[in-house]
């Protein structure tokens, strides 16, 4: 009876739901839409508009540029999840140990190129990747490894990692956080147990921290895909998809083609298949974690 006078009505819910609702709808539902309705059309701006139905995507199909950087999306992808994820994960568990003093000084600093606007990043490590002053080969001209020096944002074969290094670099701390949310809600009855049967240090973290993250886990690498999926800031900023198209990603393709060349309907059509291929890639991660749990 009590609970059915504290709860609020119906009408007083939704009240609180709809600006949110609104918003969100103003901001993707209705861009979805329109980007869905211009993908039809042959559409350089302007009021000409010519239907074309699903000529755009039979294009997309074919097009080896959109393919090739959506291998580029991949490869920071795989990268950014050993890189943002795995070292936070190491991190977060040097984080718990009682040896480690000024912890909120440290997660501090780590989360602080998480604010940094990814512009400035961009321009950052593009100074530190410069062949003739870059922090980069300084340290390897000190430390005797000439021979490691290369054209870093030049170089078509290295590039892809380069650009992904300041991406893995910014966001560690964000994965942090999570981490450290989730461990905290981990009963410390638990872990006394552990320290009962002897379970301490590496064998405490292996069988009972990970596995009890292992739901957040799973957020994280859904979060790492949506988000590297679109990344775009960094590698525009720091090399412009280049050389050639060997940095180039599926958010700077959309954009070229949308804003440079003003194909908004076939720039609409990448943008419809960014979407359904983050979907396509977030499901698999989803279904290859999950397993047998999913199932049940």
Known sequence: M???????????IAAYLAPG???YCFIVIIPLFISLIYSLYNYSGGASMKFIGLTNYRHLIKDM??????????????LSMVGQIGIALVITVFMMSKLLKLKAIHRNIIFLPVVVSAIVVGFL?????????GLLN?????LGLESLIIPWLDNPKYVIISVSMPIIWQYIGFYLVIFLAAIQSIPNEIYESADLDGAVGIKRSMYITIPLMSDTLKVAVMLCIAGNMKIFDHIYVMTGGGPGTSSMVMAQYAYINSFIMFKLGYGSAISVGILVLSLSLILLSRKLWGGKNNEA
């Open 21 to 23: 609702l609104l918003i």
């Open 125 to 133: 490590w593009t100074i530190i990747y410069n062949k003739d002053f």
């Open 2 to 12: 009590t609970s059915r006078t504290l709860r609020p009505k119906n009408r007083v």
């Open 65 to 78: 540029d959109f393919w090739g950087s959506f291998k580029n999306n991949l490869i920071i992808i795989l």
């Open 138 to 142: 300084f340290l390897l001209k000190s």
